[in-house]
């Protein structure tokens, strides 16, 4: 088990830039590879972006690629999200995740099994 924390969302104007992080718990956070989740309100919780273990492969959903970009620090036990151009649409809160025993890109969110709280991020027209 690993506890996540985010934190950095906020509210923006459109068009505008932000960076969420995560901090895991525990010396084992490179065994993990990581995803960022958002929902919207009466929305299913989608993913976003995902990364393996090593940062070396990453995944983005269609709606993000291009303007998004994940990254880990595997010394520093954290994962960012780095969110540019962001659109109203992009608002929801944003949820950090690990997938134990999973050194690859996992998209699906049924091989996560760590979560955080979720940070809010709204973005205005």
């Known amino acids: 088990q690993v506890q996540l924390v985010e934190s950095g969302g906020r509210l923006v104007q459109a068009g505008g830039s932000l960076r969420l992080s995560c901090v895991a718990s525990?010396?084992?956070?490179?065994?993990?590879?990581m995803g960022w989740f958002r929902q919207a309100p009466g929305k299913e919780r989608d993913v976003v972006a995902a990364?393996?273990?090593?940062?070396?492969?990453?995944y983005y959903a269609g709606s993000v690629k291009g303007r998004f970009t994940i990254s880990r620090d595997n010394a520093k036990n954290t994962v960012y999200l780095q969110m540019n151009s962001l659109k109203p649409d992009d608002t929801a809160v944003y949820y950090c995740a690990a997938a134990g025993g999973q050194y690859e890109v996992v998209t699906g969110i049924s091989g996560y099994d760590n979560w955080g709280q979720g940070t809010q991020v709204t973005v205005s027209s």
């Open positions: 525990g010396r084992t956070f490179s065994s993990y590879a």
């Open positions: 990364i393996s273990w090593n940062g070396r492969s990453t």
